[in-house]
């Protein structure tokens, strides 16, 4: 790790690199540095590039959106601007992110100090805040210059396909794990019928494409370790084009429950108004105004919608001997994709609720003669 740290511009010496965080993708290391006088931490991961094949062209997306996000916040002169953006570390030769030996793909941020982040949503302020981060962040993001931003991992919210994988695992059944998930495979079955129904009588079929965070999950915000306002959103890797309903619904399935992402007890499991309401009014402050109406009617079901594709992905998963996401334990996956059930269920029984909710937060932000 020694030798990996020092490929980047880091000022004095090398001190320590820890595993770090509960991100199911990367290896990240929590790195510190030293000189006589202080010390400073810094991320070191190593880039998943079975997940993303194209290394090169998801740096150039981080870098080009760190360096938007720290010019809007400039522009705006927010305050605490160094810790509302990620910051990468460039390499000795004023590179990215380093390619090592076996080509692993390494890259370097600046620890945000004073932040922290939860696996978990307790209280309506850390729903609020997390979803008015991501919704500052997709606002600011909006009038990014230049290209589109590549496309890092292809499909990504394509549903369809993602079921047609969990079909496929379902037949290949390589670890021999189907028989015993006839439940949960009916259950998946059943919601992908009635989903995929929904989807068209909710007008959730065309949204328009802008570009999104794709992957925002409660784990993917640093907080204020004190006030706990939301102030940066991290894990850039999949932003890119997409739909509001990706990032609408990450945020509802991972912070409308106080609950965890693999929580074995389903039956306790419930949605909570309070959360909801914390998640659209955070997400909608920065986001009500730039939504279309046709935007707007589908964001109640996005939750649902979030709660099932992860469902599949994990299902998917456990079928196949756990090759994508990272486990702790024997089965994790599989409790992760019943409690992704447990929520659409939940989700979908409040469908109306969340209607409500969502519809008084857009009258808040919106201004006055409609978006
Ligand atoms: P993964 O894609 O594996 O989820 P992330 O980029 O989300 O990887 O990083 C994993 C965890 O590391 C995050 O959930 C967060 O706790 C922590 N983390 C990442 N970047 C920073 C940073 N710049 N400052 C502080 N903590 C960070
Ligand atoms: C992964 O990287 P991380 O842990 O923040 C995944 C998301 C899933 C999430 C489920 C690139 O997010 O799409 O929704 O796990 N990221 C990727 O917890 O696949
Ligand atoms: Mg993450």
Redesign the pocket.
Known sequence: MKETAAQFEIPGQFAEAIP???????A?YLLRFEDSTQSARY?L?RINTQVFQNPEALMDNVSRVCTHLRQSLERERVRDPERRH?RLVKTTEGRTHWVGPEAGHWRC????EG?R?LDQVDTEHQAHETARAFGSFAARLADLEGPPLSVTIPDFHNLELRYAALEAAIRSDSHGRAKSLAAEINQTAGWHERLTSAIHAEGAADLPIRIVHNDCKI??V?LDAETGEGLCA??L?TVMGGTVLADFGELMRTSSSRSAEDEAGVAEMAIELDLVRGVARGYLTDMAARLTPQEGNALPLAGSLMAFENAVRFLTDHLSGDVYFRIQREAQNLDRARAQLRRVELLDANRDAIRKIIESAQLEFQPPNGP
Do not use: E, K, V
């Not at 941020?109 to 945000?112: A, E, G, I, R, T």
């Open positions: 770090y965080g509960s991100g199911h993708i990367h990240t991320i991961q990620l941020f600046h620890f945000l932040t982040s784990n993917n640093l991290i894990d890797d």
